[in-house]
């Protein structure tokens, strides 16, 4: 009798481990108001509004993002040959 009851009782713990642990995941991995608005630009890594960004899009699925300051440095390694 008191083995059920150790085995139940594990159990019960188990189960609630195993869903603080999935809140705890769900919460960390639903992004905020703020990260929905933002981006990270593909070069540079800083995160920043939407709008400031141009985005291209690679084949079916693939965002990229990139910032005014790094289409400019690329602009500048291109230099002005044709
Ligand atoms: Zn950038």
Redesign the pocket.
């Known amino acids: 009798m008191i083995v059920t009851v150790l085995a139940v009782s594990f159990l019960c713990l188990v189960g609630f481990v195993a869903y603080i642990g999935y809140k705890t995941v769900i919460r960390s991995a639903s992004p905020t108001k703020e990260e929905l608005a933002t981006e990270r630009?593909?070069?540079?890594?800083?995160r920043m509004a939407k709008e400031l960004l141009v985005e291209r899009q690679i084949g079916d699925y693939k965002l990229l993002y990139?910032?005014?300051?790094?289409?400019l440095?690329l602009n500048a390694d291109l230099g002005s040959n044709p």
């Open positions: 630009c593909t070069i540079c890594r800083e990139f910032c005014r300051t790094c289409i440095g």
